[in-house]
């Protein structure tokens, strides 16, 4: 089965084919990382209006580097939800528009979910069930047990910052460009990441929650001093250098992600631990989270970078398993900031 | 030839579905803001009333606005995609056109005045030309009620929900025999006009009439980054 999968949730416009839900034939991603870069963040009424301009353009060229034709497709998959709704919308409209007109099957995809099928796409292959997923990225952070490929249920998400935002905000007070992750990591290279003494911390309660608010204020006062305010950061030159402020911020996220996860995995009793979210494109948590996992004796599943980022190849994978079984979404199709499967502590 | 055309500039959208001059379907989207939801629902149903499968439409016609920047969104991307897995030709129809072509024929100009919230209005001043019907001489533009009441010619006739929206800046104005939202029929019936004329338009060019740039960039430039 030839899936299109279509995902215009935030700043990228995306397009992609994918056969039986593991041999990804094209992934388009028009990115609009260019646009949002003197506003230090995604502005949504400009990612909306460029997803506007980058369909069907996305999907044509997906089309045209798998080398197939509409008519090669069996379904259509998209994201709806959780996202700038806006933005969802547009490729809602662009997919349900495809479907429609070529008398296809449409289904709506969670792009959490998508985000840890993303591993199906893995060079080592599927994950085996079941497993735990960490999605973590610039808008979640959040861990999941997942009895079977299509059950999700919530251990545990982030109190306050996404990761990805503290990697964000911390990129502005350094005066380091957007987006804060691939310029935080680049900036840590060469750093001693033990210069900083920033702290793990973990929320009140047994749970996997996270808090990442508290890191970036323990990043202002260390490396710019107690009496600084958020505000009158960027600009400056802390007292310590870039490179080692980086480093330290960089550990003390990585380490907390990798053992909360390998806590997670350890509570669940499985064998097996996935990655996915814009995130888990970091060197240095791939590279922990497969160290330190195999090392307790997981198997760590970890996606291609260019998979990890958002993409539309992870939403045809989710949306085979849907459309495999025989689903089908109504050409009345929602969308939704939120995700609706937030089982608590499942 | 058949035309499909669609409009969701307003809260009130339409689809209609013509062959030539003869309306085969007609779909009122009373959809408030949720033409995300209502827009393909209803362009299903103009199509099976009308009896005409999607492979069997010619010419895809959108309203582009000015108008609410998220259904022009839904509306246009529809449209490009349609015309796209169609391989039917596509047209933009601006919204002040559709509702000028409401009207019937007159002496007096026509002042397209739609309101677009934010104390503000999109406004075009149109004139009848007996061969082209009612052409656009200036706008459409987007102006405060006040200086967009000074725009137009003292002798308009108004159309669109621009002028009931902002009475105290429109009141001496008289108004055109029209609806004040636009039609989905007038969408196609001017598309179908300049289509028979030989106008084609490549998918990527027609976009939203937004007629203001976003409120970050606006920003931006008055803070002269």
């Known amino acids: ?346 | 030839m058949i035309a499909l055309a669609l409009d969701t500039s307003g809260s009130a959208g339409s689809v209609a579905v013509l062959r030539d001059d003869e309306v085969l379907a007609r779909i009122s989207i009373e959809a408030g803001m949720r033409h995300g939801v209502e827009l393909f629902p209803s362009i299903e149903r103009g199509l099976r009333d009308a009896g005409v499968a999607a492979r069997d439409v010619d010419l895809v016609a959108v309203g582009v606005g000015p108008g609410s920047y998220t259904g022009l969104r839904v509306g246009v991307t529809a449209a490009r995609a349609l015309a796209f897995a169609t391989g039917a030709d596509l047209l933009g129809v601006t919204s002040c056109d559709a509702l000028a072509a409401a009207v019937p024929a007159g002496d007096a100009p026509v002042g397209v005045v739609v309101d677009a919230r934010v104390r503000a209005v999109y406004v075009a001043t149109y004139a009848w030309d007996d061969e082209r019907g009612w052409q656009c001489q200036d706008g459409p533009e987007i102006l405060p009620p006040g200086s967009a009441a000074e725009r137009l010619p003292d002798d308009a006739v108004l159309v669109g929900d621009g002028a009931a929206a902002h009475h105290e800046a429109f009141a001496r104005f008289g108004s055109a025999e029209a609806a004040p939202s636009v039609d989905a029929v007038h969408v196609a019936r001017l598309a179908l006009r300049r289509h028979a004329l030989g106008e084609r338009e490549e998918l990527d060019r027609v976009v939203p009439l937004y007629l203001r740039k976003s409120t970050a960039e606006m920003k931006a430039e008055a803070a002269g980054r």
């Open chain 1, 1 to 346: 089965m030839l899936v299109l999968g279509i995902d215009s949730s935030c700043d990228e416009t995306t397009a992609a084919l994918v056969r039986d839900g593991t041999e990804c034939l094209s992934s388009v991603v028009a990115t609009q990382t260019e646009l949002h870069r003197r506003f230090g963040g995604v502005v949504p009424e400009i990612a909306c209006r460029a997803h506007v301009e980058n369909y069907p353009w996305a999907i044509a060229e997906a089309l045209s580097r798998a080398g197939v034709t509409l008519d090669d497709v069996d379904g259509v998959a998209v994201t709806n939800r959780p996202g700038l709704v806006n933005a969802l919308l547009v490729g809602v409209a662009a997919a349900k528009a495809i479907a429609f007109a070529r008398d296809l099957p449409l289904v709506g995809v969670d792009h959490i979910a998508a985000h840890i099928h993303a591993s199906f796409l893995a060079p080592g292959g599927a994950p085996a069930f079941p497993c735990v997923a960490l999605v973590v990225s610039g808008g979640h952070t959040s861990l999941y047990h997942l009895p079977s490929p299509t059950e999700q249920r919530l251990l545990g998400a982030t109190l306050d910052d996404a990761a990805g935002e503290a990697f964000d905000k911390v990129a502005r007070l350094l005066g380091l460009p957007y987006p804060g992750g691939p310029s935080i990591e680049s900036a840590a290279r060469g750093g001693d990441p033990t210069a900083l003494n920033l702290p793990r911390s973990r929320p009140k309660g047994d749970g996997f929650d996270f808090s990442f608010s508290g890191l970036k204020t323990a990043v202002l006062y260390r490396a710019f001093g107690q009496d600084m305010k958020p505000g009158d950061a960027p600009g400056r030159t802390p007292v310590v250098p870039v490179a080692d402020v980086a480093a330290s911020f960089q550990k003390a996220v990585v380490d907390v992600l990798v053992k909360r996860t390998l806590q997670a995995a350890k509570h669940t009793g499985v064998r097996e631990v996935v990655i996915g979210g814009g995130v888990a494109a970091n060197t240095q948590l791939r590279e922990r989270l497969a160290t330190k996992g195999a090392a307790a004796g997981y198997r760590v599943v970890i996606p291609p970078r260019e998979l990890c980022t958002d993409n539309a190849a992870m939403v045809a994978v989710s949306g085979w398993f849907r459309l495999a079984a025989g689903e089908r979404d109504g050409l009345d199709l929602d969308c939704h900031p939120r995700p609706i499967r937030a089982t608590p502590h499942g």
